[in-house]
């Protein structure tokens, strides 16, 4: 059994996918990033960096927080999504790709949202800049997937798992020019039914929530190093 600490955003989505792809059985705890949960004492135990989402694996008496850590854990555990050591440079494809996307697409792509949709006030220079390498990256993406119908290779992995919450949203929105095998890829993936039992658990009443406040935008987007509770 897992208990996972979960907003339905990009990163949250990245771990009911696998979760619902193996069939495990898992609690949600809601962590309402827009009324401050993230900062309550209890998960902050488990997620010192005050970002969800976070994992108690209860059986093994784990946590840890980090959806890409979250993703490779997981996949170790169970055997799934992703090559074992003995299969070295198919591994490689995979944890390569992970930390592309953790290092690059979702925060590109975090700030572009920011800069575009979130700052008090509109900077050219920023949306650009965040908006032209999100496009550069989901570009990568796309030539990658040229001749290969997934980010490592043939198979499914958690490297597609951790890109896919972010490409799907960004697409649509940030490439200006035709991205077709990125597209395929997106749309395969969505009709997974593992990712639409995934997507679905972030439709559940707990987050039907209202737009944030300036307040709660504050909170969100105005952290600093006085924040840090200790």
Do not use: C
């Amino acid at each position: 059994m897992y208990r996972l600490h979960y907003w339905p955003t990009p990163n949250g989505h990245k771990v009911t996918l696998f979760l619902e792809e193996m069939g495990l059985p898992y609690e949600i705890v809601p962590v309402n990033i827009r009324a401050g949960d993230q900062f309550r004492p209890e998960f902050l135990a488990i997620a010192p960096n005050n970002r969800m989402p976070a994992l108690e694996d209860l059986a093994d008496g784990v946590h840890l927080f980090e959806s890409g850590a979250i993703l490779l854990y997981l996949a170790d555990k169970h055997g799934a999504f992703i090559a074992p050591a003995s299969q070295a440079q198919k591994r490689a494809e995979v944890l390569q790709w992970l930390f592309w996307q953790m290092a690059g697409l979702g925060p590109m792509m975090g700030q572009a949202n920011h800069f575009r949709n979130y700052a008090p006030e509109k900077i050219p220079y920023g949306i650009e800049r965040y908006s032209n390498e999100s496009a550069r990256l989901l570009a990568v993406m796309d030539k990658r997937l040229a001749d290969r119908e997934f980010l490592a290779g043939a198979d499914y992995s958690i490297a597609d798992m951790a890109a896919f919450p972010w490409a799907k949203l960004g697409a649509p929105l940030l490439a200006d020019t035709p991205m077709p095998n990125l597209q395929r890829w997106v749309t395969a993936i969505a009709e997974r039914p593992a990712t639409v039992r995934a997507y679905a658990v972030g439709d559940g009443p707990a987050f039907k929530v209202p737009e944030p406040t300036e307040a709660q935008k504050q909170m969100l987007f105005q952290q600093g190093a006085a924040t840090v509770r200790r």
